[in-house]
């Protein structure tokens, strides 16, 4: 028996997966394959008769929410501002991409198994009530926080190029995210599709002219000095954006039939994720070099980086900044939606979570217009430090899917069944691996504060806390 149950449950409190609200089967769905249809219900198991799809779709699903500029700071940043050469800057791109890709991979695969949003499988780990912490950590991250701050990089994109208030661009932008997640799944996987060709020719285009115009043997002023601090700085920063994606995975892959292949399924969501963010980083770090040869210098990233671009590629390439943004702002709201319905709230409603996907679109927005004044740069300070969550939670999820192997979907929506050992070793995970080495500018923690050349490795000592203490506390429940 692989049910983990400690503490017991009040009889009450028991349901199967067919009567409990949030996953009636009886839903009058008639959703299928069909793009121009609001997708109904909420976070409920997709029945069987309404399967469909392929696992390489899962592709550019992942690749085109990370053809934006923020994948390619990131790389900027490794070579600008944590001291790396050009090939160390790679070394630790090419790692963290990996790593991060491979978890995803193994979070997709399982979607076709249980039929469910990632939220709702956590509550294997972290039981009913303790998934309810996870769950709103995702919701304010995802659905409020990156929402607000990618919608705020796609309106001054748009605004510098055409000379618009970005006010104006960011109405625009917030009505196209919120419309296509409102519709839901299919046309999320379509506008990711029909977008994905469009960034990919932009991008490779702008890629080949930077690596071009690069030099990877040049070291900027005071640069090349970051030292392993630097590594793991750039090292913890890239797994952590790439695994940032990691609570969203099953939300894309529930639809596809039951029977599909989970290495095909698993391959195609890692690569699409892995191809889109090594590529951009490393052209990325390049950039660095090849501003400095073509004499560019601003103080704004983006300026610099199409400005070692002819004029209409770099016109090309901002609106290519502002179609990554919200093709990865649809994923956010979308998910965002899904993680509130799986705090276990009951929205008696056909089509409920089209339903909260418009009101955090309005609430997304407000956010948004705030952050406009410092182009969301204090907003987007708080949201590293709170993303740290993530870490610990893959932790906890991976192992415990790697212990368990099987969905009991009878277990999902259970508000009875409990399981402690997830809560706890998230806990842990968070407090420990960010009160010890957390090295963001609105946080610092013990350790960087003493060993600055320690660098930041919040994620990867949360990850393997978490997962250590898990599985110690997992095997003495089921040996109780």
Known sequence: MDVVSPGGARDSDRVTADSHPESRADIDRDYGSRIAAVEPGGNERVP??????RPRQLFWTWASPNLEFATIFLGVLAVSAFGLTFWQAVAAVVLGNGLASVAHGVLSARGPEGGVPQMVLGRLAFGYRGNVVPSALMTITSGFGWFAVNSVSASFALSSLTG???VLWLVVVVVVQVVVAFFGHNLVHAFERFAFPVLAVVFAIGSVIVLLRSDPSAVPDGGG?????????????????TAGWSPYAADYSRYLPVDSSRLRTGLAAGTGLFVSTTVLMVVGAASVSAAAAAGVSSDNPTTTYVGVLPALLAALTLISIALG??????????????AF????????????????ALAFGAVGFLIALLALGDAAAGYEAFLLVVVYWIGPWLGVVLTDQYLRRRVPVELLYDRGYANSAG??????GVVVSVGLFSNQELFTGLVPRVLPGVGDVTFLVGIALSAGLYALLFRRTMSA
């Open 325 to 338: 943004a919200v093709a990865a702002n649809i994923l956010n709201v979308y998910s965002g939606a899904m």
């Open 225 to 241: 000095t970051g030292g392993i601090g630097g590594f793991l700085l750039t090292l913890g920063a890239v797994f952590g954006y």
């Open 48 to 53: 069987d008769a309404e399967r469909h799809g």
């Open 341 to 356: 319905l799986s705090l276990g709230i009951n929205v008696p409603l056909h089509r409920a979570r089209a339903v909260v």
């Open 423 to 428: 809560l706890i070793a998230l806990l842990v």
């Open 164 to 166: 618009a208030s970005p």
